[in-house]
């Protein structure tokens, strides 16, 4: 079983169907830092560009709900300092664009 019976005790009121959007969260967040990774690669994407950092924003989101329920700190901590990043980027290309309006 994926859940393990620490994460049973922690959530006892989590059914099946929650688990599995709760695992569906991480499916989803793994398969948004991919595809900005491979679109970063293959020069579709550009990491000046806030939509890149939108998709792994993204990304953490989904790990961290999945690594919040199933107590996985070490998951939950790089993905919230990923995050952090994230955000920092699109801060710094938003007032890079405002200099560059004025």
């Avoid at 999945?66 to 919230?80: C, E, G, K, R, S």
């Amino acid at each position: 079983m994926y859940f393990t019976a620490i994460t049973v005790v922690r959530w006892p009121i989590l059914n099946e169907r929650v688990m599995n959007l709760i695992k569906l969260s991480g499916w989803l967040g793994v398969m948004f830092y991919l595809v900005a990774y491979l679109l970063l690669v293959i020069k579709k994407l550009r990491s000046e560009r806030p939509l890149y950092h939108i998709l792994n924003i993204l990304g953490a989101i989904g790990l961290l709900i999945n690594a919040w329920l199933l107590d996985d700190y070490p998951n939950l901590a790089v993905n919230i300092v990923w995050a952090f990043i994230a955000v920092y980027a699109i801060i710094m290309i938003v007032k890079r664009s405002n200099r560059n309006i004025k």
